[in-house]
Nanobody
Framework: QLQLVESGGGLVQPGGSLRLPCKTS????????IGWLRQAPGKEREGVAC????????NYADSVKGRFTISRDNAKNTVYLQMNSLKPEDTGVYYC??????????????????????WGQGTQVTVSS
């Protein structure tokens, strides 16, 4: 059974940092592109970052470029989102999501929520003083 479990969320002051791990199980991570998406209260879910199976390919939303970094460790079945210089507008529930691309060397990377078939339960991030 394919599972993704996010953790690492919490309350942080503006300018602070958090690292969100997404632990995966039940599938071979190296064949899946991974995205991190978030949903703020009253807003639609938006893609924050994605990483291809060829992990030289990443893509970020303009609002987080230079502050967030997505990475993957296939040996540990874990994907990470490092978030620095956090702002109040980064507040929301953060989800990791997976989509099979059938290749360990694919360049495919998408932040669109509709492109992901498997989702975690989410972890809450609150940026506030």
């Amino acid at each position: 059974q394919l599972q993704l479990v996010e953790s690492g969320g919490g309350l942080v002051q503006p300018g602070g940092s958090l690292r969100l791990p997404c632990k995966t199980s039940g599938f071979i991570l190296e064949y899946y592109a991974i995205g991190w998406l978030r949903q703020a209260p009253g807003k639609e879910r938006e893609g924050v970052a994605c990483i291809s199976t060829n992990d030289g390919i990443t893509n970020y939303a303009d609002s987080v470029k230079g502050r967030f970094t997505i990475s993957r460790d296939n040996a540990k079945n874990t994907v990470y989102l490092q978030m620095n210089s956090l702002k109040p507008e980064d507040t929301g529930v953060y989800y990791c999501a997976a989509e099979m691309v059938y290749s360990a060397g694919s360049d495919w990377c998408s932040r669109a929520p509709s492109n992901f078939g498997s989702w975690g339960q989410g972890t809450q991030v609150t940026v506030s003083s």
